[in-house]
C-alpha cells in the first residue's frame, strides 16, 4: 500500500541544522518530494529526488535517500526563522501521475 | 506569470448547502490535481484531469463530490449537500507534462467551513 511517515513536530535552533526523516512503503516510486507550508498558505515544492539518486544537494538543503530502507531525509543547514513551518515528505510513481503526502512535520525555531 | 489561482480563499456553508471551488491552472498547464487537507493531516488525493477528461478519480468520495475542467475556463470542485466533515483546506496543483512543467504547482487553497 501506498503509506508516508514522518514525526509530527521538530524544534532547533536558530543558526543549527534542521533534519526531518521520512519512511515510505511503496518501493515503486520514481519521485520523491519535500514541500513546505506556511501558515495559511499553500504548498511550495521545496526539492525532489529521483529514486535513482541517493543525495541532492540545493543550496541549504540536502536530501538523503536510502532507498533499500526506504528513508528519505530533508537537511536544512543555519536554520532561520522564515524556515518556521510544516515540511511535506511525497512520494510519486510517475511525474505526471498523484502524489501521495505524509501528514507533516511542524519545524518550530528557537531563539 | 501568474501561479495557480484558486477562489474562493475562504467559503462557509450550512449543512445540506452546495460548495463550488474554482481553479485556473498556471499559462500553458492542462493537467489539474485536486488534493483535500483536514485538520493537523497531510494532503489527500482526489481527482486528477485533463481538458474535458477525468484521468484518476480514485481518492474522490463515491456521493456528493464531483470535478470538471471544461476546455474553456476553470476547473470546478463541487460538494452537494455539505456535511460538517467536508470542512477541510482544498488544493489544486496544475503541471504540463513533456515541456519540462511536470512537476504540481499548487494553489493556495479554498478553506471550506461547514457550519
Known amino acids: 500500500g501506498e503509506d508516508v511517515e514522518q514525526s509530527l513536530f521538530l524544534s532547533v535552533r536558530e543558526g543549527d541544522s534542521s533534519v526531518i526523516n521520512c519512511t515510505y512503503t511503496?518501493?515503486?516510486?520514481?519521485?520523491l518530494y519535500w514541500y513546505k507550508q506556511e501558515p495559511g498558505a499553500g504548498l511550495q515544492l521545496l526539492t525532489y529526488i529521483f529514486s535513482n539518486m541517493d543525495m541532492k544537494q540545493d543550496q541549504r538543503l540536502t536530501v538523503l535517500l536510502n532507498k533499500k530502507d526506504k528513508h528519505l531525509s530533508l537537511r536544512i543547514a543555519d536554520t532561520q526563522t522564515g524556515d518556521s513551518a510544516i515540511y511535506f515528505c511525497?512520494?510519486?510513481?510517475?511525474?505526471?501521475?498523484?502524489?501521495?503526502f505524509g501528514k507533516g512535520t511542524r519545524l518550530h525555531i528557537l531563539p | 506569470n501568474a501561479g495557480v489561482m484558486q477562489n474562493p480563499r475562504h467559503l462557509v456553508r450550512r449543512r445540506g448547502q452546495e460548495a463550488r471551488l474554482r481553479c485556473s491552472p498556471m499559462?500553458?498547464?492542462?493537467?489539474v490535481y485536486w488534493y483535500r487537507q483536514l485538520p493537523e493531516e497531510g494532503l489527500k488525493f482526489m481527482v486528477y484531469?485533463?481538458?474535458?477528461?477525468?484521468?484518476?478519480e480514485s481518492g474522490m468520495p463515491k456521493e456528493r463530490f464531483s470535478a470538471e475542467f471544461p476546455k474553456e475556463g476553470p476547473s470546478i470542485l463541487r460538494i452537494q449537500q455539505v456535511v460538517r466533515g467536508d470542512s477541510a483546506a482544498y488544493f489544486c496543483a496544475s503541471s504540463q507534462p513533456g515541456q519540462g512543467q511536470e512537476t504540481q504547482y499548487f494553489g493556495p487553497g479554498t478553506r471550506l467551513l461547514v457550519l
Open positions: 511525497a512520494e510519486g510513481m510517475n511525474r505526471d501521475d498523484k502524489i501521495i
Open positions: 511503496d518501493s515503486s516510486s520514481t519521485y
Open positions: 499559462k500553458g498547464h492542462s493537467h
Open positions: 484531469l485533463q481538458k474535458e477528461n477525468i484521468i484518476d
